[in-house]
């Protein structure tokens, strides 16, 4: 079988990947190599391959671009597979017009959580037998979980993403400001666009000594600050099933993340879901947690061998060849 897998992360070169954590397309593309499938890796800027190239079996698209729309519209006679990745709540009447096309013309469609697959269904009037629910495969090297307890006087968040509006690190930042002094925020990123901003509302609510921002990390430094923290704090306007949510639970950190997407599957019992709402209050949700911590981070200990299994790359990687045989079978 040939694959050609288009995703944003393969733009990336061999240093600039192993510089991050492991995106899900690069661990699909491994675990399905593992199985023996010839995959083809494709930045999303070439719209030539999905559009026209005969060479593959099956073409697979990860996230609303350009490279989706070529391959929807494609004049060739081949299954072409879609992953928006995303929840997108933009009005731009040009991408919802480019959404319900490569929706339509998909073959087949992967959603991270059954929560996209309930909203999506409805949304785009899809073919139930056509849709597949497949979380992100997810690999923390060197991680063990841990069954935490709060033994000291310090309580440790942390905030894994992208200094981004979406992401609402403020909202992290104003909690500081009415929780106790003991309460202290470790920040990582890979994107700094809100850094300086973030700063200067630390300063101006005077909690600016209690945060750490770290930049970026990887591998057994991004594990240790997993390992260290009490509690992983996403709250997030809009989110699909993020990465760092399953990294952190892998590790039996407990989760505060906002009720949105598939983050409620992810979570279960092993936190407190908040609201998306920028002007909710998060300390109220931080206090609950510390009050009741042996719960949750008992929870989160608890479902770590379940999500080893479901979210490995061999796992995903066969529920991924199964689709592809699938609709593969269909065409003959």
């Known amino acids: 079988m040939r694959v050609l897998l288009a995703g944003g992360v393969f733009r990336l070169s061999p240093k600039q990947r192993s510089e991050r954590q492991s995106a899900p397309e690069v661990l699909l593309a491994e675990g399905l190599r593992r199985c023996g499938v010839d995959v083809t890796e494709s930045p999303l800027e070439d719209l030539r391959r999905p559009l026209l190239d005969k060479s593959f079996d099956l073409i697979h698209v990860h996230h609303l671009s350009k490279a989706a729309l070529a391959a929807s519209l494609s004049p060739l006679s081949r299954p072409m597979i879609f992953t928006e990745h995303g929840m997108p709540n933009s009005t731009s009447k040009h991408l919802q017009?480019?959404?319900?096309?490569?929706?339509?013309?998909?073959?087949?469609?992967?959603?991270?959580?059954?929560?996209?697959?309930?909203?999506?269904?409805?949304?785009?009037?899809?073919?139930?037998?056509?849709?597949?629910?497949?979380?992100?495969?997810?690999?923390?090297?060197?991680?063990?979980?841990?069954?935490?307890?709060?033994?000291?006087?310090?309580?440790?968040?942390?905030?894994?993403?992208?200094?981004?509006?979406?992401?609402?690190?403020?909202?992290?930042?104003?909690?500081?400001?009415?929780?106790?002094?003991?309460?202290?925020?470790?920040?990582?990123?890979?994107?700094?666009?809100?850094?300086?901003?973030?700063?200067?509302?630390?300063?101006?609510?005077?909690?600016?000594?209690r945060i750490e921002f770290s930049g970026q990390l990887s591998g057994m430094q991004l594990v240790q600050a997993y390992e260290n923290a009490d509690v992983l704090l996403l709250p997030s306007q809009h989110e699909a099933l993020p990465s760092v949510i399953s990294e952190a639970l892998l590790t039996g950190l407990p989760i505060i993340a906002s009720d949105v997407g598939g983050i409620p599957e992810q979570v279960g019992d092993a936190g407190l879901l908040v609201p998306p709402d920028r002007e909710a209050p998060l300390h109220g949700y931080i206090e609950i947690?510390?009050?009741?911590?042996?719960?949750?981070?008992?929870?989160?200990?608890?479902?770590?061998?379940?999500?080893?299994?479901?979210?490995?790359?061999?796992?995903?990687?066969?529920?991924?060849?199964?689709?592809?045989?699938?609709?593969?079978?269909?065409?003959?």
Do not use: C
């Open 97 to 209: 017009i480019a959404r319900r096309v490569i929706y339509s013309k998909s073959s087949g469609v992967v959603f991270l959580s059954n929560n996209e697959s309930t909203l999506k269904l409805e949304e785009f009037d899809l073919d139930s037998n056509r849709t597949w629910v497949i979380p992100n495969p997810v690999v923390l090297a060197g991680a063990s979980p841990v069954l935490r307890t709060l033994q000291d006087h310090q309580f440790r968040m942390l905030y894994v993403g992208q200094l981004i509006r979406l992401k609402q690190v403020d909202r992290i930042i104003r909690s500081l400001a009415v929780l106790p002094t003991a309460v202290t925020l470790e920040v990582i990123f890979h994107n700094d666009e809100l850094l300086v901003e973030l700063t200067a509302l630390a300063e101006r609510l005077g909690v600016l000594e």
């Open 289 to 332: 947690l510390m009050r009741d911590y042996r719960r949750f981070a008992a929870a989160a200990f608890d479902s770590v061998p379940r999500r080893l299994m479901v979210l490995s790359p061999e796992h995903v990687a066969l529920e991924h060849l199964e689709m592809y045989e699938t609709l593969l079978s269909t065409r003959t």
